[in-house]
């Protein structure tokens, strides 16, 4: 049991006020002059001058275990998280084996129980073994208990079997996680097609691969009444299909990642791979859409992306060089100075983005907001405290980052899930 004493919580209706919170597994109280109980062990904590936040859901997220234990594993993957913010992250399924049965849910779940810090949500893939052309068992792998359907990162290419996947997983009520990214025209691709890849040399990802399966995706979902769940909008073009769909009062929601709104194609500049993200950095035009999309609510949340790999992956020809970036214990961070230290968005919108939306389209409402009953998972933030993003000190194998050396606002001071203590800041846990 945990008393924090003194934090500022953000209410509903974005007004703060100072008070104390006795947190077990479910939030038990929250007060003033809050009193720990009689005979009870309780962790005392001082949040003064600090939010205490509602922990983070992260959407996308790969954690490479079981199979690529060597490029991050559920330990090290979910300490990372830990310090990050996230309470709770996801799982893609383009794991080996690929989570396309009951078996390989059930065998992630007990072994998260066993080894995770932070709540894992399973994904279970929409075909069998991610290859895009069967249906999986979807219904056995909601059964074992799948929070949601995914394509793990890799866009279901046959239309007709994406809109078979959109009317059979309706019967069941989980969003369907798609990734908008048009194989043929994605091709061989490394940096998006534009400037920067024809000065280079590079091979291009035009945003036409990412907008025509967003608009064929937003299609069948509302034809099918599918809850569609786009991931990784990087386009202007996408903010828009998205805006002009949720107008017309098609159930689609989407997220972005840190990256899409800070950083552009010119960072490729050097043939930098620490940048070498899919989809591709696009350009200030599609950045300045994404800050508008996030805003005014077309896009819903912000997940981290985080795609490890190895850093001797990263250190090749920029052709060769892995995609991926390593961003659970930024995400936030970056996020919090890009958008609210520079007045684009309040606190409370920010956090927002981190768990009400991922909450709700991923059913987890008993982890949204700071309310006496929800799940004892919260985040004790500093707004004041400066920090630099250090990649060596990752917790996370992939200890690597396009920010890296950057001052960022704010920080993450304290992380509890279900009423323990899973990071503090300056200390091993």
Not at 267 to 283: E, F, Q
């Amino acid at each position: 049991m945990i008393l924090i004493k003194n934090g500022i919580i953000i209410n509903q209706n974005g007004d703060e006020k100072a008070r104390d919170i006795l947190v077990d597994e479910i939030i038990l109280e929250i007060g003033e002059n809050i009193n720990p109980p009689k005979d009870t062990d309780c962790n005392i904590i001082d949040a003064k001058g600090g939010y205490v936040l509602p922990g983070f859901i992260d959407m996308n997220c790969e954690i490479c275990d079981p199979g690529y234990e060597n490029i991050e594993d559920l330990s090290t993957v979910t300490r990372s998280a830990a310090k990050g913010g996230f309470t709770s992250i996801t799982s893609q399924p383009n794991t080996s084996p690929v989570v396309d049965n009951k078996t390989v849910v059930n065998y992630i779940i007990s072994r998260a129980l066993k080894l995770s810090m932070v709540n894992v949500h399973v994904y279970g893939q929409m075909t069998v073994g991610g290859e895009g052309t069967k249906i999986a068992e979807i219904g056995e792998m909601v059964t074992a208990g799948i929070a949601a359907l995914s394509d793990g990162g890799k866009c279901v290419a046959d239309a007709a079997l994406l809109r078979n996947i959109m009317r059979y997983s309706s019967m069941f009520n989980i969003p369907l996680i798609t990734t908008c990214e048009d194989p043929a025209l994605a091709a061989k691709g490394v940096v998006n097609a534009g400037k920067v890849a024809s000065a280079f040399g590079l091979r291009g990802i035009p945003r036409e691969a990412e907008e025509i399966m967003v608009s064929r995706n937003i299609i069948l979902s509302e034809r099918t009444g599918c809850r569609i769940h786009i991931s990784k909008v990087s386009t202007k073009g996408s903010v828009e299909l998205v805006r002009a769909a949720k107008t017309k009062g098609v159930f689609v929601t989407c997220d972005t990642q840190p990256h899409y709104f800070t950083l552009t194609e010119d960072n490729v500049d050097g043939y930098n791979t620490l940048v070498k993200v899919k989809p591709p950095l696009r350009c200030w035009e599609d950045v300045d859409a994404i800050i508008e999309g996030l805003q005014d609510g077309t896009i819903d949340a912000i997940s981290s992306g985080h795609t490890p790999t190895t850093i001797e992956s990263k250190h090749r020809e920029f052709d060769m060089a892995s995609f991926g970036i390593s961003s659970l214990e930024t995400a936030f961070g970056v996020s919090y100075s890009a958008l609210v230290t520079s007045g684009k968005m309040k606190l409370s919108q920010l956090i927002d983005k981190f768990n009400k939306y991922p909450a709700k389209i991923l059913l987890l409402e008993s982890k949204s907001g700071v309310e006496k009953g929800r799940d004892g998972d919260l985040v004790i933030f500093n707004p004041e405290e400066e920090h630099f993003i250090t990649p060596p000190n990752f917790v996370s194998k992939a200890k690597f980052s396009p920010f890296g050396g950057m001052m960022v606002k704010g920080k993450l001071k304290c992380t509890i899930v279900g009423g323990e203590v899973v990071y503090m800041a300056d200390c091993s846990v």
